[in-house]
């Protein structure tokens, strides 16, 4: 993306703030004229930082996808290995459990490499690779039963997110406390 003017990143910047929270409260469904009015600019600003809903989520997710990044390599740094890959799934799924919807969207602009954004799929490529790393040390570690891949543990993570919306965070969380503990090797303890 080339640079942005300083009022114009302040917009893109106000937009994004804007579209998680409506997001966060109605699902990605929500209406962009409402994303617009509540960001106090027009439709068409909107529409010239994102031209289409899928811009805009995309956005919103690659954003999120480099702080999970981030964050996989602040773990590997300071945790334990079965710890720091627990505390990055609990957060892969807080972050889209909140965005009603968004899951699905998220799993099928990650796992469909040919289409969409080529930045995001590098993003969400990165990301992808960073949870690879925190599972394998983990699993070298023997923190983490060795039988299942990365694929599985984002699934199935991807997926008790989605119910979050469903039955509030609490069932989402306790479903994923069990999944978690069902992938700690056999005689690993939680950290």
Known sequence: MPELRADARRNRDELLDVARQVIREEGVDASLRDIARRAGVGIGTLYRHFPTREA??????GDGVRRLSARAADLSATRAPGEALEEWLTDVARRIGTYRGLPGTMLELVWDLEA??????????DMMDAG???LARAQADHAVRPDVTF?????AVAA??????????????????????????????RS
């Open 56 to 61: 805009l989520l995309g956005a919103i997710i």
């Open 116 to 125: 969409g954004d080529k930045d995001l799929r590098v993003t969400c490529g």
């Open 160 to 189: 008790i997110s989605g119910i979050a919306h469903k039955s509030g965070p609490d069932p989402a969380a306790r479903v994923l406390a069990v999944y978690l503990d069902g992938l700690r090797s056999a005689g690993a303890t």
């Open 132 to 134: 690879r790393r925190l």
């Open 151 to 155: 694929d599985d543990v984002f699934i």
